[in-house]
C-alpha cells in the first residue's frame, strides 16, 4: 500500500512570491492535514480537509489556503511569501475525520530567501 | 490555552541505559495522546495511542503511560536504532485538531 506522498519535495522561493504544495493521501483515506514544522515552534496545525470541505482552521494567517479534490488529493497555498514561512509542510492523511492514527508524509522543506 | 510540552528537550543515553520522556498536556476534551517518531528528513511515524488516565501500550522496547496530566515513553535497554526524535500529541474531541510538543531528541550512543 502506497504512502502519504508530498510534492516537491524541497523548492525555494524568495519573498513576495507565492508557492504551491500538493499531498496525495493513502489510497481510501478521505481526511487530508497540513502541518508547519518549525525547530522553534514544532508541528502546527494548518487545517484539515474531509470531503473536498475545510473542517478545521488552525491560528496562521490568510496567505495560508488549501483546498482538497474529489479524488481526496490536497494543495496548500501560500501568497505573498515571508522569510519566516520557510519550514518543512508536513501533510497527514487518515481514512475519516477524528481518526486516531494519522500517516505522515515526508514533507515538502520550502526555503524562503 | 490547550498546549503539549515535552521534556527533556534532548537526551543521550548509553546504549543499554533506560529512561523516560515526558509529556505534559492541558487540552480540554482530550479524544487521545499520541506518540511519534521522527527519522531525520522523515515524517513523523505513528508509534502509540493512549485513551484514558491508567491505559499503558508496548512496543519492543518502548512503553507509553498515561495520567490525567501526563504521558511518559518509557525506553528500555534501547539501541542506537532506537535514536530520533519522539513527538506527542493531544487531540481535542471536538475536531480533529491535533497539538503537538516540541519532540524529545533520543540520542543512544553504542
Known amino acids: 500500500k502506497a504512502g502519504v506522498t508530498q510534492t516537491p519535495r524541497y523548492l525555494i522561493k524568495t519573498r513576495g512570491q507565492q508557492v504551491t504544495l500538493s499531498c496525495s493521501p493513502i489510497?481510501?483515506?478521505?481526511?487530508v492535514s497540513w502541518y508547519q514544522q518549525t525547530p522553534g515552534q514544532g508541528l502546527q496545525f494548518l487545517f484539515e480537509?474531509?470531503?473536498?470541505?475545510?473542517?478545521n482552521k488552525g491560528n496562521f494567517p490568510g496567505r495560508f489556503s488549501g483546498r482538497q479534490f474529489s479524488n481526496s488529493r490536497s494543495e496548500m497555498n501560500v501568497s505573498t511569501l515571508e522569510l519566516g514561512d520557510s519550514a518543512l509542510y508536513l501533510c497527514?492523511?487518515?481514512?475519516?475525520?477524528?481518526?486516531?492514527?494519522?500517516?505522515f508524509g515526508p514533507g515538502t522543506r520550502l526555503t524562503v530567501l | 490555552e490547550d498546549q503539549v510540552t515535552q521534556s527533556p528537550e534532548a537526551l543521550r543515553l548509553q546504549e543499554g541505559e533506560s529512561s523516560s520522556l515526558n509529556c505534559s498536556y492541558t487540552v480540554s476534551g482530550l479524544r487521545g495522546l499520541f506518540w511519534y517518531r521522527q527519522d531525520p528528513g522523515k515524517g513523523p511515524e505513528f508509534l502509540f495511542t493512549?485513551?484514558?488516565a491508567g491505559e499503558e501500550k508496548e512496543k519492543e522496547r518502548l512503553k507509553a503511560t498515561l495520567t490525567k496530566k501526563e504521558s511518559f515513553l518509557h525506553i528500555t535497554a534501547p539501541k542506537p536504532e532506537d535514536s530520533a526524535t519522539y513527538l506527542c500529541a493531544g487531540a481535542t474531541n471536538t475536531g480533529n485538531q491535533f497539538y503537538f510538543g516540541t519532540g524529545t531528541s533520543l540520542t543512544v550512543i553504542p
Open positions: 493512549l485513551y484514558s
Open positions: 480537509y474531509f470531503s473536498e470541505t475545510q473542517r
Open positions: 497527514a492523511s487518515s481514512w475519516w475525520t477524528g481518526a486516531d492514527t494519522q500517516y
Open positions: 489510497s481510501g483515506h478521505r481526511s
